[in-house]
């Protein structure tokens, strides 16, 4: 079976810009999370999607958005990028039993 | 609001060691906990998942442990190898859940 994927794996972006990630989830899967990893503020929840709707957000401005289509692969867009959202971005898809399985991750430099 | 704490935040020991490594968390209303390791630059890897009704979970040279009540759950690796280095990161998910709390996480290097 395979992992989760996400695309692209490196993105460069100038402030200002926006952004959108891509994450597929485990084939059955129907639970994506997206996570934003700091070396200062380590891991942090961004959202939740289960059958194409949020189940949670957490503690990001308005300029950080999801979605989740029919086929349970996900979005997430960060508008008018900041220096500070540089970050390895990380999707994660749940299955039934509760476990998550993580992606390799998108790398977002923002200069 | 949920906290996980690691300790230690690193730890070097020789190959054939065996190690523990700690959780803590705030609030023991948990769904589930579960421990991962992540390569440099990579993402993470799910190692073991203990539900709130267990108290441990093997896999291979690892076992966790869980005691909801007061907090606590620990990694024991047996006879370490380099292979297993990385960092090892502890998460719990809890009711109204802002998805995974993560700790920072224990740096662990393995020597040869």
């Known amino acids: 079976k395979a992992g989760v994927t996400q695309t692209p794996r490196y993105l460069i972006k100038t402030r200002g810009q926006q952004v959108t990630l891509s994450c597929s989830p485990i084939?059955?899967?129907?639970?994506v999370s997206w996570y934003q990893q700091t070396p200062g503020q380590g891991l942090q929840f961004l959202f939740e999607?289960?059958?194409?709707?949020?189940?949670n957000k957490g503690n990001f401005p308005g300029r950080f958005s999801g979605r989740q289509f029919s086929n349970s692969r996900s979005e997430m867009n960060v508008s008018t990028l900041e220096l500070g959202d540089s970050a390895l971005y990380l999707c994660?898809?749940?299955?039934?039993?509760?476990?998550?399985?993580f992606g390799p991750g998108t790398r977002l430099t923002v200069t | 609001k949920q906290e996980v704490t690691q300790i230690p935040a690193a730890l070097s020991v020789p190959e054939g060691e065996n190690l523990v490594l700690n959780c803590s968390f705030t609030?023991?209303?948990?769904?589930?906990l579960q421990w991962f390791r992540q390569d440099p630059g990579k993402g993470l890897t799910s190692l073991l998942l203990i539900q709130s009704s267990q108290r441990e979970q093997t896999s291979g040279r690892l076992n966790a442990s869980l005691d909801k009540s007061s907090g606590r759950s620990t990694l024991y690796i047996a006879a370490s190898q380099p292979g297993d280095s990385a960092t090892y990161l502890c998460a719990v998910r809890g009711p109204g859940a802002d998805g995974l709390t993560f700790g920072k996480g224990t740096h662990l290097i393995i020597q040869p």
């Open positions: 994660a898809s749940g299955d039934p039993g509760g476990e998550q399985y």
């Open positions: 609030d023991s209303a948990i769904y589930n």
């Open positions: 084939s059955g899967h129907r639970s």
């Open positions: 999607y289960f059958s194409e709707t949020q189940r």
